[in-house]
Nanobody
Framework: VQLVESGGGLVQPGGSLRLSCAVS????????MSWYRQAPGKEREWVAD????????NYADSVKGRFTISRDNAKNTVYLQMNSLKPEDTAVYYC???????WGQGTQVTVSS
């Protein structure tokens, strides 16, 4: 099982980024997926998840209305569109396959002027 995140970077407050997570090693379309993040000095926290077919999504209150999780089962990829970014969104963002208990390596998102 392999999860590879990409798309992180430095962005100004109010800006947008789209993270991607390319998945291999299992039948991607059969499993729910999640995004987590870990800010410096803090515990890793859940951000969002999406069901296998993409029909149901859930978000942490801190990102609701600003972030959108989606997936493309034909490309074995899950996305996190992040809009209206705030400095407190600065963290390493991780893709997670819950039923496989597998994490990606993470991608750094820094929101700063």
């Amino acid at each position: 099982v392999q999860l590879v995140e990409s798309g992180g970077g430095l962005v100004q407050p109010g800006g947008s980024l789209r993270l991607s997570c390319a998945v291999s090693g299992f039948t991607f379309s059969s499993y729910a997926m999640s995004w987590y993040r870990q800010a410096p000095g803090k515990e890793r926290e859940w951000v969002a998840d999406i069901t296998s077919g993409g029909g149901i999504t859930n978000y942490a209150d801190s990102v609701k209305g600003r972030f959108t999780i989606s997936r493309d089962n034909a490309k074995n990829t899950v996305y996190l569109q992040m809009n209206s970014l705030k400095p407190e969104d600065t963290a390493v963002y991780y893709c997670y396959a819950p039923l496989w208990r597998s994490w990606g390596q993470g991608t750094q998102v820094t929101v700063s002027s």
